[in-house]
């Protein structure tokens, strides 16, 4: 026989009463309710951004902007290793960026690039964007081929 509705209760200990703010100097929370006395985090509706600093000058201007970011230029790729190939696909296809998109290698957004990760022991003729030097190494040591798009 399973539980009963009337039977459930939340676990001891999670459910706690919540504070009651301002009641009566014996409470613990009364008078000042716990916010100390004056100052700009004791007033109503008080709410100062974690980058203000009072007034000072923020960090966020104080510090000079100037340098290079490669971010817009990087090149960014998606990534396989040749042990996913070695799991995914079986010896003597030819394995395409639409075969890598179809067993859910890559999702197909940036350029393929194959690195070296893992054993290589079946031959592939595989196409992509980029490979690493080990990458290459290995497909071809295991007697495939790689094609750079």
């Known amino acids: 026989m399973g539980m009963n509705l009337h039977e459930l209760s939340p676990v001891p200990g999670s459910r706690r009463k919540s504070k009651r703010l301002g009641m009566g100097v014996g409470s613990g929370t009364g008078k000042t309710a716990g916010k100390g006395h004056k100052g700009q985090k004791a007033r ?4 100062v951004s974690l980058r203000f600093e009072g007034g ?11 340098g290079f970011s490669n ?3 990087a090149k960014n790729y998606e990534i396989v290793n040749v042990s996913a190939l070695e799991d995914k696909f079986d010896a003597g296809m030819t394995i395409t960026i639409e075969d890598l998109k ?5 999702s197909g957004s940036h350029p393929v690039k194959i690195l070296g990760g893992g054993d ?3 031959s592939f003729t595989v196409t992509a964007n980029a490979f690493s030097a080990s990458a ?3 497909i071809e040591a295991a007697g495939g081929k790689s094609e750079v798009i």
């Open 71 to 73: 971010f817009r230029f």
């Open 120 to 122: 290589l022991s079946k």
């Open 44 to 47: 109503a509706g008080r709410s």
């Open 56 to 66: 000072q000058m923020p960090m966020s201007r104080r510090i000079p902007k100037r």
């Open 102 to 106: 179809e067993r859910g290698l890559v």
């Open 136 to 138: 290459r190494g290995k």
